[in-house]
T-cell receptor
Framework: SQTIHQWPATLVQPVGSPLSLECTVE??????LYWYRQAAGRGLQLLFY??????ISSEVPQNLSASRPQDRQFILSSKKLLLSDSGFYLC?????????????FGPGTRLTVT | AQSVAQPEDQVNVAEGNPLTVKCTYS??????LFWYVQYPNRGLQFLLK??????LVKGSYGFEAEFNKSQTSFHLKKPSALVSDSALYFC?????????FGAGTTVTVRA
């Protein structure tokens, strides 16, 4: 069966500090990978998605970037955090061909920028 | 373009009563629709999806959803709600590789 991991679970960072959130998927190959941000426990905003190693699509121009160095690894980064980067960050994966497929979500990272 | 709308921010029901969470869609072409549930400080959990076929889709935890093309709706239902069903529910539609989510409906089931 497939499993998706995210870490850390919670993070408190000062404004201006760097960020690195990691997501890994087990039990599947060549998944589509996604990063979302959820503010105030409500709507989901798609930040990035990737259909393959090194292939990143950005949905919203902002202070964040994403990378996919390995098939089942997806990293969300920032060089300098802003207060507005606070939120609940969710990684998700889906099968890659013949869709449409549902996405499966990780447990999330709660980021607080102080 | 594909989008969904959840007209109710909050739904309150008594335990044992039927639960309905509403979703309407606006899509070009065939609609591909999904329901997810989110418990506090957790990731979203997939409940069910409609791709094609039967208009009544059965999913996890006793939930089902009815696809209605004439009303462009995909309402989530459960015949008898439990207190443990209290959570945030999202409807979503598929657009290529991506999902477009509704704003979410908070369900509170009182004992």
């Amino acid at each position: 069966s497939q499993t998706i991991h995210q870490w850390p679970a919670t993070l408190v960072q000062p404004v201006g500090s760097p960020l690195s959130l990691e997501c890994t998927v087990e039990g599947t190959s060549n998944p589509n990978l996604y990063w979302y941000r959820q503010a105030a426990g409500r709507g989901l905003q798609l930040l990035f998605y990737s259909v393959g190693i090194g292939q990143i699509s950005s949905e919203v121009p902002q202070n964040l970037s994403a990378s996919r160095p390995q098939d089942r690894q997806f990293i969300l980064s920032s060089k300098k955090l802003l207060l507005s980067d606070s939120g609940f960050y969710l990684c998700a994966w889906s099968l890659w061909a013949g869709g449409p497929y549902e996405q499966y979500f990780g447990p999330g990272t709660r980021l607080t920028v102080t | 373009a594909q989008s969904v709308a959840q007209p109710e921010d909050q739904v309150n029901v008594a335990e044992g009563n039927p639960l309905t969470v509403k979703c309407t869609y606006s899509v070009s072409g065939n609609p591909y629709l999904f329901w997810y549930v989110q418990y506090p400080n957790r990731g979203l959990q997939f409940l069910l999806k409609y791709i094609t076929g039967d208009n009544l889709v059965k999913g996890s935890y006793g939930f089902e959803a009815e696809f209605n093309k004439s009303q462009t709706s995909f309402h989530l239902k459960k015949p008898s709600a439990l207190v443990s069903d209290s959570a945030l529910y999202f409807c979503a539609s598929s657009n290529d590789y991506k999902l477009s989510f509704g704003a979410g409906t908070t369900v509170t089931v009182r004992a």
